[in-house]
């Protein structure tokens, strides 16, 4: 069902832009007939029939036409996609992904090693992302569209098929001559059907017929056959029978466009009047030709999409027409069609250039050369596989990515819902498209981030908890951190501004009294890890709003949260060992509880540095102490390839290399910042060596592939 909203999602802003771009070719119509109002009928059809085949061309063209430069729209309040470059926030060193308001002509992005390019990328607005109406609505407007659409056709098919059946059913008229307009297998017929008299010619679909009256036949003279042949036979001789069939049926693709029944009706009024000017032209009077009409429409009510004499257009205007004088109604010359033709050519092309800017992801075919950087940056090329394998990885039908939920039992993973749609997955899968440049609804890579998103919005409960199939508060937190991440790149949105606010409100009412928090809401317990994790999504989400600049919301978030991460540090900073044991963690070291006998690893110690690298000014020694503590731990994780993919090394990994990135931009010295160069160097060899063939990391034991690809994608992002 949600795939199918997808779908329909996406039909509507091409048909939209159609039917806008339809509208503007019209209105040039319109303009050019009123200009030469003066100027024949059959000059003036012809204008329509260029505007109706200009119509139809319209997504041909759109697509094979560049669009004009300069027009993408922006507005103070729309970041434009584009490939993200990085910039402080000196004052809480935060690294923040800064939009510009333009694109490069084309700027190369490589996903999973193939080569795309953004054209023209259209706005992002902070809008773009709402809570769960914006699919479903788009998606009714394209059924009402279709359902339309269907509808005309349906009335235009019944109209072709009760016109088919009077022509069978019609007699051939005696002593008719079949070749009057010079085509061959011309009919001419008499028929009892109130419809008659009109035109049948889909050439060359089937052969034309004049399909007469029977009762006027009888009883009127030879001057009203006359006329009647010389205006059906124009009809026959213009083919206007397969034109204003056409022309229906490119208004049931466009019908929510009033213009295009306007223009059609227009079409039939133009082209009923040039025939009337072929009959007077043969020398009819135009009293008795005017009294003939009049009297042949008090005796039918054709209702056929095909051309009749009486059957289009208001009457009165046509004898007001056939009896003015000075009234121009010569045929219309070669020269006047092409520059009918020239002209819509023209104003076709210009409607196309114009209207919103495109934007996708465009794979380019591997055939075609690309032009390659001098040096080719290995980590750059390792990110960009690894999102096009978490791309590989969405699941297009739940809008999210999946995973094993469960918990931790001993050294395995416990698992309680199998590959199921995974709130923490998705939100890491977020947070590392947005780092890693990705922009929301901007190519196929920002449509999952979006869809990605609203998964999250639906996921949360109305306390605030973000819970998917039984996941716990560290999902939760890795959600606050991906909300924070999308409104930094994307701009305030209300829908993700109010969620986000409601989830830090959920944490910070769950802090227990110790401080800390633990996997499920309100444990009296307390962990390192998952304070740390509550604490960093916390002030992640904290900065976020002080970037936007809400000043009352800045105020409000100090008195709350303050002391929230005052307790939540001092918690952690109980955890930390003052001197070593005998079995192993020295001075620095952090337990995974209070409690002497806990257990101390990587992951442990490395969610303590975390908290330390969040201080601005004396906690340099007492980092660089912990550094070393968690560095004695790699040997034995990289000895033990079954280690190398387990969840808790793969946590410990993330979370180091988030504290080692903090620490680099809040404190310190040039020996942090050799630190985190080294660490970066040391990621890219290990993820290098660990990468599955085809792009991506796989897991041994825990949560799955995609929630291990997307915490390597954060890594190498930072």
């Known amino acids: 069902m949600q795939l199918t909203l997808d779908v329909l999602a996406a039909v509507a802003a091409p048909l939209s832009l159609f039917l806008l771009r339809a509208s503007a070719l019209l209105s040039i119509a319109w303009a050019a007939t009123y200009a030469l109002r003066r100027a024949s009928a059959a000059t003036r059809a012809w204008v329509w029939r260029a505007a109706f085949v200009g119509v139809a061309l319209l997504p041909l063209i759109s697509e094979l036409v560049p669009p004009l430069p300069g027009l993408a729209r922006s507005s103070g309040n729309e970041a434009t996609a584009t490939t993200a ?67 005309a056709l349906y009335g235009l098919w ?64 030879a001057d009203w056959k006359r006329s009647v042949m010389l205006h059906e036979l124009q009809h026959v001789a213009r083919r206007d029978g397969l034109v204003l069939v056409l022309a ?60 009749a004499m009486v059957s289009h257009g208001p009457l009165t ?30 104003a076709l092309t210009a409607v196309a250039a114009c209207g919103a800017a495109r934007s996708e992801l465009k794979p380019i075919p591997p055939a075609e050369p690309m032009t390659e950087p001098a040096v080719e940056d290995p980590r750059a090329a390792l990110l960009n596989r690894g999102i096009g394998a978490l791309l590989a990885m969405y699941d297009a039908e739940v809008g999210a990515w999946r995973g094993d939920v469960g918990s931790k039992f001993n050294s395995t993973w416990r698992i309680t819902a199998a590959n199921a749609p995974h709130v923490g997955v998705t939100a890491l899968a977020v947070e590392a498209l947005v780092a890693a440049g990705v922009r929301p609804g901007v ?93 960093d999504a916390l002030r992640t989400a904290l900065i976020t709003i002080d970037e936007l600049g809400d000043e009352e919301m800045r105020a409000t978030n100090e008195r709350l949260y303050v002391p929230v991460f005052e307790r939540g540090v001092a918690y952690i900073a109980t955890c930390r060992l003052l001197e070593g044991v005998s079995w192993g963690p020295g ?46 731990y790699a040997p034995e994780r990289d000895d033990r390839e079954r280690a190398v993919r387990h969840f808790v090394t793969w946590e410990a990994e993330w979370l180091a290399s988030r504290a080692i990135e903090e620490a680099h931009r809040n404190l310190w010295d040039d020996e942090v910042a050799h630190i985190a160069s080294a660490r970066r160097a040391a990621d890219l060899a290990r993820l290098t060596r660990l990468e599955r063939e085809g792009g991506g990391w796989a897991c041994d034991e825990g949560i799955g592939d995609a929630y291990f690809t997307a915490l390597a994608c ?5």
């Open 158 to 221: 019944r109209g072709l098929a009760r016109s088919a059946q009077i022509v069978r059913r019609s007699r051939p008229l005696a002593g008719a001559e079949a070749t009057r307009a010079g085509v061959s297998r011309l009919r001419v017929l008499e028929s009892d059907a109130p419809e008659a008299p009109f035109v049948w010619d889909l050439r060359p679909f089937a052969s034309p017929a004049i399909v007469l009256a029977a009762e006027a036949v009888q009883s009127r003279g």
């Open 587 to 632: 001075v620095g070291a952090y337990r995974f509880e209070t409690d002497d006998r806990s257990r101390v690893d990587a992951s442990t110690i490395a969610a303590g540095l975390v908290s330390l690298s969040w201080a601005q000014d004396d906690g340099t020694e007492a980092w660089r102490q912990t550094f070393e503590q968690f560095t004695a």
């Open 714 to 718: 954060s890594i190498l992002a930072e």
């Open 443 to 535: 190519g196929s890579a920002g449509a999952a981030l979006e869809r990605g998103v609203q998964f999250l919005l639906r996921s949360q409960d109305p306390a605030g908890f973000v819970s998917a199939h039984g996941t716990r508060m560290r999902d939760h937190a890795h959600t606050i951190r991906a909300w924070a991440s999308v409104l930094r790149a994307a701009g305030d949105s209300g829908p993700i501004r109010n969620a986000l606010e409601r989830a830090m409100e959920f944490t910070r009412e769950n802090q227990n009294a110790a401080g800390g928090w633990r996997f499920t809401p309100g444990s009296v317990d307390s962990d390192i890890q998952e304070t740390t994790y509550q604490l």
């Open 248 to 307: 229906r049926v490119v208004s049931a693709f466009a019908w929510p466009t009033p213009l295009i029944w306007l223009a059609l009706r227009a079409l039939r009024c133009e082209t009923e009047r040039a025939c009337d000017d072929a009959v007077l032209r043969a020398g009819v009077r135009p009293s008795e030709y005017a009294s003939l009409l009049v009297g042949h429409a008090t005796v039918s009510a054709p209702s056929l999409p095909v051309p």
């Open 85 to 151: 470059h990085v910039a402080r926030a000196e004052a809480l060193g935060w690294r923040a992904m800064v939009a510009v308001s333009s694109l490069p002509e084309a700027a190369p992005i490589e996903v999973a090693g193939a080569p795309f390019v953004v054209e023209a990328a259209e706005p992002v607005t902070s809008d773009r992302i709402a809570s769960g109406w914006l699919e479903p609505l788009l998606a009714a407007l394209v059924v009402v569209w279709t359902t339309g659409a269907l509808g």
């Open 317 to 346: 205007a046509r004898i007001g027409a056939i009896l003015a004088p000075g009234v121009k109604r010569h045929e219309s010359t070669r020269l006047e069609r092409f520059t009918i033709a020239a002209c819509g050519g023209v």
